[in-house]
C-alpha cells in the first residue's frame, strides 16, 4: 500500500481567472478540499485547494500558485493525490481503489485469472479490470459481492466467483 492516495483530477481550466475543474474521486466530493496539501503524482509540487462552487461532473477550485486560464489548462490531467493518513479510516469490507490495482485474482477453485489492472466505475457499478496471461484481452469482472466473495488484503488476493462464461 502505498503512503498516498488519488484523490482526484484536474480536468482543465475554469473561467479566466486561474481556476480549475476539480473531478474528486472521494466518497464525499467536496472532502477532496480537507485532506490537503494535495500533491502531483511524483510529489514534486503541492497546492491548497479551494471549492469555490459546483460545476457539472466536478467542482470549480482555486489551488494556491495557479492565478491564470493558462496556468490552470497546463495542470490538464494532473492526478491529486493526499497523504493516506489524512484520509477516514475504512470500515470492513470498503477499500481504496488504489489498494486493489496489482492484486492477485483467483477463481474460487485456486486457479489464477489474472491481476486487477484498474478499477473502473462509469455510473453503473465498480468494475475490476483484469489482465492476464490467458487472456487475449482484459476482461471487467462486476465488482459486487455476489461475483467477487473475497477480497484478502493481508495475502494480496480477490477470490472471485465470475458470471459463467466471462473468462472463457
Not at 482543465?12 to 467536496?30: H, I
Not at 479551494?50 to 489551488?63: C, D, H, Q, Y
Amino acid at each position: 500500500m502505498s503512503d498516498r492516495v488519488c484523490v482526484g483530477a484536474i480536468a482543465g481550466s475554469f473561467g479566466v481567472k486561474g481556476e480549475v475543474r476539480l473531478k474528486s474521486f472521494c466518497a464525499e466530493p467536496d472532502a477532496i478540499s480537507t485532506y490537503g496539501p494535495l500533491t502531483s503524482e511524483d510529489g514534486a509540487t503541492s497546492w491548497e485547494v479551494r471549492i469555490t462552487r459546483s460545476v457539472k461532473n466536478g467542482f470549480a477550485a482555486r489551488l494556491t500558485g495557479v492565478a491564470t486560464k493558462d496556468a490552470a489548462d497546463a495542470l490538464r490531467g494532473v492526478q491529486l493525490f493526499a497523504p493516506r493518513d489524512r484520509l477516514p479510516d475504512l470500515v470492513d469490507d470498503e477499500y481504496y481503489y488504489t489498494d486493489l490495482i496489482g492484486l492477485i485474482v483467483l477463481d474460487t477453485g485456486g486457479t489464477e485469472i489474472g491481476r486487477v489492472k484498474a478499477v473502473l466505475n462509469h455510473g453503473a457499478g465498480d468494475l475490476l479490470e483484469i489482465s492476464g496471461l490467458g487472456l487475449k484481452q482484459p476482461v471487467l469482472l462486476p465488482f459486487t459481492e455476489a461475483a467477487v466473495p473475497t477480497v484478502d488484503m493481508k495475502a494480496g488476493r480477490i477470490i472471485a466467483d465470475p458470471p459463467d462464461g466471462l473468462f472463457e
